[in-house]
């Protein structure tokens, strides 16, 4: 599966965003997908998955309440609506997608297999 991100911008403080996550090549149903970041110097960071079964979506503390993540009903694309944005929310937003990965590994870049290039999300105090 390929996986496009797209949706970044330039956003003011308090603003919303959607950012998207189109898969080509098959669908994301059989898929756990995660949304991760990576801000200029720093390590690429965990931002929210849905597991591969959709039960349960995770959140990393810093997004939580500001952020959801969902799936649409053909799983061919995951979407990430991030609320109430903050300077400390820029970054580069991947998309990433494991068949196989297990609940504890999900919060881990390490274990997704396949990527997305990239949407830049820009907030300016």
């Known amino acids: 599966v390929q996986l496009q991100a797209s949706g970044g911008g330039l956003v003011q403080a308090g603003d919303s965003l959607r950012v998207s996550c189109e898969a080509s090549?098959?669908?994301?149903?059989?898929?756990?997908v995660g949304w991760f970041r990576q801000a200029p110097g720093k390590e690429r960071e965990f931002v929210s998955a849905?597991?591969?079964?959709?039960?349960?979506?995770y959140y990393a503390d810093s997004v939580k309440g500001r952020f959801t993540m969902s799936r649409d009903n053909a799983k061919v694309t995951a979407t990430l609506q991030m609320n109430n944005l903050k300077p400390e929310d820029t970054a580069v937003y991947y998309c990433?997608?494991?068949?196989?990965?297990?609940?504890?590994?999900?919060?881990?870049?390490?274990?997704?297999?396949?990527w997305g290039q990239g949407t830049l999300v820009t907030v300016s105090s």
């Open positions: 990433a997608a494991a068949r196989g990965i297990i609940l504890s590994s999900i919060r881990q870049p390490s274990a997704y297999n396949y």
């Open positions: 849905i597991f591969r079964n959709g039960g349960h979506t």
């Open positions: 090549g098959g669908t994301l149903s059989m898929y756990s």
